[in-house]
């Protein structure tokens, strides 16, 4: 570990700084639940794609390993009060596509839409190019499944945008 205001070995050799650990926490967590969590592992045990692990000791989720069903089993066998039971297991996130994106860099590939289970990612076609990704944050539930196929790692969890209050 290096120390604070230094670089590390690895950061140095690599020319990379070292990112700090983003935790995605399951779907339905409260705001708060980290707070009450144990991690206890009862929700990495039961996560039928197993995509939770504990990342210094909460449960976070990994994308690159697979999906998220969206079942709640998780919050079922979660013993301590850290999801919220009665509202149906979501998100607070979608995916963003960023411009690593090889479909807008002129490469053909469409991977992140044939994996999208909700066709939430639609190909729309350009002129003298390939067809370039768009994302409807409505029907994107997001639940990762785009983001482990990607070839060029260019998908990557993003807050959804607040809805607009008229007034």
Request: hydrophobic share 40%; net charge negative.
């Amino acid at each position: 570990m290096a120390a604070p205001g230094s670089i590390s070995r690895r950061s140095f050799l690599t020319g990379r700084d070292e990112q700090p650990v983003r935790r995605i926490p399951p779907p339905g967590m409260l705001e708060d639940g980290l707070a009450s969590c144990t991690g206890c592992g009862a929700c990495v045990e039961a996560c039928p794609s197993a995509i939770i692990a504990l990342v210094e000791g909460k449960p976070s989720l990994d994308f690159q390993a697979g999906e998220c069903l969206l079942c709640g089993d998780c919050a079922t066998v979660c013993p301590e009060p850290v999801f919220d039971r009665a509202a149906p297991p979501a998100f607070a996130h979608v995916v963003a596509i960023s411009d690593a994106c090889l479909a807008r860099n002129g490469v053909s590939c469409m991977t992140c839409r044939d994996a999208c289970p909700e066709a939430a990612i639609a190909f729309r076609p350009r002129i003298g190019g390939p067809f370039v990704p768009e994302l409807n944050e409505s029907a994107c539930t997001g639940c990762g499944a785009c983001i482990g196929p990607c070839p060029s790692q260019a998908i990557a969890v993003a807050s959804r945008m607040p809805e607009a209050v008229d007034g």
